[in-house]
């Protein structure tokens, strides 16, 4: 055993460095998908303006269209840069002390670099990356957009490297006692991290689109070298993308619920995640399809019936279950045998053992009835009452 759990080490060390390198790619990838956003929106007013020029530059007006990306925490810095050959000096930031410092020209996405004339950005909250945007400013002059866009990679690293390690070594050290539980979805952790990077600075991006074409004027989308209809293609882009965003963030907070004719592969699907692995009872169902059940009570029937075969399995010591689903005209029927040691329902549970009560929680806030009975083995009936006017069809 102890060979295995080295060796299940090894792999996870092997792994973790795998998904550190890869998370690192992610994050250039997502620093540059956030960053692109809000180029489309900033290049237009941008190109407008002169950036060589003593007073070339409407410091009031850049500093409003930077103002809500920066406020929104999707970008943490913007710098404008003119090229010259191998040197870029900022010439507009909305840090001021960074102006007249001298950068290297870059492009795509890369690390924020250690050097002294990178001070202000190393003292950020939290990790960035650089993402570079050329174009050309009014007088057709070499410049570069800047934005330093915040990324989690370092975190995001070690929580993969730490979930690696625990997903191969804590199966082998519990011994196959792993319990299998239906997902929880999405945190509101996850949620609003999503909806900050994906769908914030698209949404930013387009009500500056929207901006552009209102006010930008034909030579202004010249030098910028687009057009009107090319604008309201992104913004219709956008748009598209975040409605299917936003659909996909509702199907996630709301996941469909089992339906009655689709009983029969739910509870097949619930006992195949339930099923251990190494030795397992036999475990068979019988559940029809019924598509006149009232849509609560189908949830309610797997939930329970979930946890009366996961009892059979761990803490019973069965060698054959059987689940049974029956239903007439005024009642629903779930039966779950197994040929185990048996229980005293009206035992205390021990301490963390909270299946039997929130079975019975359950069952009455459904007003239904649970009964036990005890003949070579343990017999658990849940009866839930149909509504008076529902005539289950045989």
Known sequence: MRAVIVRCAAVAVVLALLVSVGVRRLSDRDAGHLARGVAAALLTPMASQDFRQPGGIDRVGLLRHLQPFLADGVVKRVKVLAVRGDRATVVFSDEPRTEGLVEHPSSGTASVPGDENHRYE?????????????????????????????????????????????????????????????????T????????????????????????????????????????????????????????????????????????????????????????PDGPSPAITTAVPALPELPAALAPVLLSVGGELVRNAIHHAGAGTIRLVVEVCASSVRLTVTDDGTGFDPSAVAPAGHVGLRLI????????????????????VTVTFPLRPRYSYKM
């Not at 990356?129 to 934005?147: H, W, Y």
């Not at 993969?160 to 929880?184: E, K, W």
């Not at 649970?370 to 343990?378: E, K, M, N, V, W």
């Open 122 to 186: 190393r003292s950020l909250a939290g990790a960035t990356r650089e993402v570079f945007f050329a174009f050309q400013d009014a007088r057709g002059n070499a410049t570069q957009l800047e934005l330093y866009v915040p990324v989690d990679a370092t975190v995001t690293g070690w929580v993969a490297v730490v979930v690696v390690a625990m997903l191969l070594v804590l199966p082998v050290a519990l011994l196959g006692t792993r319990q299998a539980r239906r997902d929880p979805g999405p």
């Open 188 to 275: 509101r952790r996850d949620l609003a991290r999503r909806l900050h990077d994906d769908v914030l600075p698209e949404l930013a991006g387009a009500r500056m689109l929207v901006d552009n074409l209102r006010n930008a004027g034909e030579a202004d989308l010249a030098r910028a070298g687009v057009t009107r209809g090319e604008l309201a293609d992104r913004l219709h882009a956008i748009l598209t993308g975040e409605i299917g965003q936003i659909r996909a963030l509702l199907s996630e907070l709301v996941p469909p619920e089992p339906a009655g004719d689709h009983l029969p592969a739910h509870f097949a699907d619930l006992v195949a995640r339930l099923r």
């Open 360 to 379: 019975r929680g359950l069952v009455r806030e459904h007003g239904g009835v649970l009964r036990f009975g005890h003949d070579q083995g343990t017999t």
